[in-house]
């Protein structure tokens, strides 16, 4: 059974700095997408980024990276120079399998993300 | 564009009645959508995978008498509450996935139940 662990129920960065979110996963497969998503206080849920397992190159999306250690099992979501807006929740999310309509999404207990001025 | 909406985004209702949830995709057809139910501050629990046309797989715990899930089209699924309870007051939230889109999953803005 796949599963994601996130360590951190809340962080504290100060704005302008980065920050690493951290992201801890399990599964047998060998074929599997890592995915962090951002959940502001209005409840949306808003898609920040995509590693797959067979991607060499870490994913990188704007202010966004992810820092992909296959053999550690990790995918760490990194903010550079944080700003208030990026204050919200952040979930780790994992989905086995290589076909788009295959497997179903995990997700991790989150990450309370707050931005200092 | 891959926008998701859902309606209606709150609700409140009287214990045993019944509460239907509306999720559409606006500009793609989905062919698999999700449905999740999220306590506060908590992670998201899948609770059913619904296939255009076919019947929706539910997880595991999940009463699929209580919980009515019908994808009727490409654009469309909704999740009936039926005789709801106070216990059942939570934020669902669905999502939806497009036919040849790799990976992206896209998510609904959400909907706030309150059973009274």
């Known amino acids: 059974a796949q599963k994601i662990t996130q360590t951190q129920p809340g962080m504290f960065v100060q704005e302008k700095e980065a920050v690493t979110l951290d992201c801890t996963y399990d599964t047998s497969d060998q074929s599997y997408g890592l995915f962090w998503y951002k959940q502001p206080s209005s409840g949306e849920m808003i898609f920040l980024i995509y590693q797959g397992s067979y991607d060499e190159q870490n994913a990188t999306e704007g202010r966004y990276s992810l820092n992909f250690q296959k053999a550690r099992k990790s995918a760490n979501l990194v903010i550079s120079a944080s700003q208030l807006g990026d204050s919200a929740m952040y979930f780790c999310a994992m989905r086995e399998g290589r076909h788009t309509n295959a497997g179903k999404s995990t997700f991790g207990d989150g990450t309370t993300l707050t931005v200092k001025p | 564009g891959a926008v998701v909406s859902q309606h209606p985004s709150r609700v409140i209702c009287k214990s045993g009645t019944s509460v239907k949830i509306e999720c559409r995709s606006l500009d793609f057809q989905a062919t698999t959508m999700f449905w999740y139910r999220q306590f506060p501050k908590q992670s998201l629990m899948l609770m059913a995978t619904s296939n255009e046309g076919s019947k929706a797989t539910y997880e595991q715990g999940v009463e699929k008498d209580k919980f009515l899930i019908n994808h009727a089209s490409l654009t469309l699924s909704t999740l009936t509450v039926t005789s709801a309870h106070p216990e059942d007051s939570s934020f669902y939230i669905c999502?939806?996935?497009?036919?040849?889109?790799?990976?992206?999953?896209?998510f609904g803005p959400g909907t706030r139940l309150t059973v009274l």
């Open positions: 999502s939806a996935r497009a036919s040849g889109r790799r990976y992206e999953q896209f």
